[in-house]
């Protein structure tokens, strides 16, 4: 269970940074309102994944769910870059997260 919460942590994360570009571009109550929200439920998340897992397992995981969604999400739905060396950053990172799925 608590590598179901590490992911609902991290894809909350993903949530509050896609917010945070939304905000930038509407200005709005309701990105704000979902920032938050996305933002504080991943930390609920993650803090209910650390009852189990190490600090720095989870901290690590939980930053690299939330870096790499973020960098695809911003290919997907706001036009960023997709070019070779971004989409081998994140298999890099992705990859780490894995990594240390597998030795915990």
Not at 35 to 41: D, E, N, P, S
């Amino acid at each position: 269970m608590d590598w179901l919460y590490l992911i609902i942590a991290g894809v909350f994360e993903m949530m509050g940074v896609a917010m945070i570009n939304k905000l930038h571009k509407d200005h709005n109550w309701k990105a704000l309102a979902l920032l938050v929200t996305g933002f504080g439920l991943s930390f609920i998340f993650l803090a209910l994944a650390m009852k189990t897992l190490p600090m720095g397992t989870a901290y690590a995981v939980w930053t690299g769910i939330g870096a790499s969604g973020g960098a695809i999400l911003g290919m997907l739905i706001y036009g960023e870059p997709r070019n070779l060396p971004r989409i081998i950053s994140i298999a890099v990172v992705l990859g780490s997260a894995v990594g240390l799925k597998l030795i915990s």
